[in-house]
């Protein structure tokens, strides 16, 4: 049983190193038995790829989660699976918890939206930190900690009353099921773990017990050498959290580089090495000018996202037209739901299909703001043209109402003036459902003249 950990910068290689060494088990034993845990399901569809496409291979018995998933596979193997709530049940239950609950400090707020997401949010970090409701509560010095304690301990019995767990909860039993089935996991043959920039005291613990069943394990993760108490503390908490969890598991990690990647041709060794200048030197107070050509990285200022939007996108037009392949155009942005309509508008414009990784809202889907426009009629009393949009939707069919009738009703609406008022479009609906009166000549006349 062995567990290293690849510290190496951003980009230098450390998910390459990993699809090397599964290979390398794959080409010894194609049955090996591989789990890959990395931190998004987006990782695993390029950790996926990656290996499909890059190296050309097909591989079995390889399993990839993210840690819920790993937790709920833990208990399986176990045979202690778990009824886990998701997000909406959990905050359902905590909301019948506390309107349950006699409260002083949060009385006034205690059902509200907003302390709902706090509360529940306060005791996944609890709980990601192996802390009791019971020892929260020895902790409590004040009384906001010690109701947030009562609060806590009433939500974890409930959970236990009706035998559900929570996300997290699940990550404890999978903990304990490790601590105490000697023989779990000990048939996977490498664990691989990539893609982590840090991890909570349960995470660090589990992947610590793990490493001392499985018969391989290899832990990447990014370091920032020389910048530890700055940039990079983050991943140096990391590391030191993982060496703990080993320490206190009696079961030692060692460190190494990632190997040497294959050479690549000039303008990549050119692009690379501007590449990790600029990492080396953001944020820092004086930082050293990069000594070669700056073709690789230039700055394009833009007075929003979208003229940068656009701006990028011509830049990218031009790229295409002069015979760069697609796929090795990369538009990384760091918050998709400020970028996400200027770059889509832009595309459009400029006639650039973009695969983009994340889609649009729900709430943006036409059916669903067709839905919620149907849901929200009373609140403008019924207006006329939010009436006679959701009657001549396309995703709703009203029976005994075809277009027909809404055509009836619209043309009832003029003769009446009719812009809104519940009332009086049933007083409507009424008299159009009444048989016509004849004129003096013998001749039918629908009913008109209705008020508004």
Same mark, same amino acid.
């Given at each position: 049983m062995t567990t290293t950990l690849q510290l190496a910068r951003v980009g230098a290689g450390k998910t390459e190193s990993a699809h090397r060494r599964l290979l390398a088990i794959k080409a010894a034993n194609p049955f090996a038995k591989i789990w890959v845990l990395l931190s998004t399901e987006r990782q695993i569809n390029d950790f996926r790829r990656r290996l499909t496409v890059e190296h050309g291979r097909v591989l079995f018995n390889i399993e990839f989660f993210t840690f819920y998933p790993l937790y709920n596979r833990l208990l399986k193997l176990a045979g202690t699976p778990q009824r886990c709530l998701d997000d909406t049940a959990r905050y359902g239950l905590l909301r019948e918890v506390l309107r349950g609950m006699s409260l002083d400090v949060y009385k006034g707020i205690a059902l509200t939206p907003g302390f709902i997401r706090v509360c529940a949010a306060l005791i996944y970090e609890l709980k990601q930190n192996l802390i009791t409701p019971e020892v929260f509560e020895l902790a409590a010095d004040n009384a *906001? /900690?010690? /109701?947030?304690?009562?609060?806590?301990?009433?939500? @974890?019995?409930?959970?236990? @009353?009706?035998?559900l767990v929570d996300r997290e909860g699940e990550g404890w039993l999978a903990y304990d099921a490790l601590s105490? @089935?000697?023989?779990?996991? *000990?048939?996977v043959d490498l664990l691989i773990v990539d893609g982590y920039d840090q991890f909570n005291l349960l995470q660090a613990k589990l992947l610590a017990q793990l490493g001392a069943r499985v018969r391989?394990?290899?832990?990447?993760?990014?370091?920032?050498?020389?910048? /530890?108490?700055?940039?990079?503390r983050r991943f140096a908490r990391a590391k030191e959290r993982l060496e703990e969890a080993h320490d206190s598991a009696r079961f030692a990690v060692s460190m190494t580089p990632p190997p040497p990647l294959p050479e690549f041709g000039e303008g990549r060794q050119h692009t690379e090495a501007a590449l990790h200048h600029l990492s080396d030197q953001l944020l820092r107070p004086k930082p050293i000018p990069f000594d070669g050509e700056t073709s690789a990285v230039c700055l394009l200022e833009a007075p929003d996202p979208t003229a940068e939007a656009a701006l990028i996108l011509r830049r990218v037009k031009r790229l295409l037209l002069d015979g760069v392949s697609p796929d090795a155009i990369l538009i990384a942005v760091r918050d998709w739901t400020v970028y996400g309509d200027a770059f889509t508008a832009a595309g459009r414009a400029y006639g650039i299909p973009l695969a983009i990784h994340y889609g649009e809202p729900l709430a943006r889907n036409p059916a669903?703001?067709?839905l919620l426009s149907l849901l929200d009629l009373h609140k403008s009393n019924f207006r006329r043209r939010d009436l006679f949009d959701v009657l001549r939707s396309p995703y709703f069919t009203i029976p005994g109402i075809d277009a027909a009738a809404v055509d009836q009703l619209e043309r009832a609406a003029n003769d009446a003036l009719i812009s809104a008022g519940r009332e009086a479009w049933l007083e409507a609906v009424d008299l159009l459902a009444q048989p016509a009166t004849e004129d003096e000549d013998g001749e039918s006349v629908p009913v008109s003249g209705l008020d508004p």
């Open positions: *906001k /900690e010690r /109701e947030l304690a009562r609060i806590y301990a009433a939500y @974890q019995a409930v959970l236990r @009353q009706h035998d105490n @089935q000697r023989g779990l996991a *000990k048939d391989e394990t290899l832990i990447t993760l990014t370091t920032v050498a020389g910048r /530890e108490d700055t940039m990079g669903i703001t067709a």
